[in-house]
Nanobody, 125 residues
């Protein structure tokens, strides 16, 4: 069973920062594009950011551009999401994801092959 394990969520005030991490099995890290999604209870899961296998190309949803940064560290098979200037509307469960599409095409939940269990981010005003 493939397990993607997120960590780093928590509660912060608006304007604060958090860094999410996701430990990924080597097979998945080496062969899939990686990304982050988020979901608010009662709403659809939405794509936040994706990164290609080489780490040189990243894509972001418009609502996080300029505030969030996705990155990966191959030596640790770990995916990151640095979140700055957090807003209350960023409050959600954040999921690590692996898929086979490139770029913005991967920012669709129905195109994801593997999911993490999620980590909660709560931003207070």
């Amino acid at each position: 069973q493939v397990q993607l394990v997120e960590s780093g969520g928590g509660s912060v005030q608006a304007g604060g920062s958090l860094r999410l991490s996701c430990e990924v099995p080597l097979y998945v890290f080496s062969n899939y594009r990686m990304g982050w999604f988020r979901q608010v209870l009662g709403k659809e899961r939405e794509g936040v950011a994706v990164i290609n296998s080489g780490g040189a190309t990243t894509n972001y949803a418009d609502f996080v551009k300029g505030r969030f940064t996705i990155s990966k560290l191959d030596a640790k098979n770990t995916l990151y999401l640095r979140m700055n200037s957090l807003k209350p509307e960023d409050t959600a469960m954040y999921y690590c994801a692996a898929g086979t599409y490139d770029g913005l095409a991967m920012l669709r939940a129905d195109r994801i092959v593997y999911w993490g269990q999620g980590t909660q981010v709560t931003v207070s005003s």
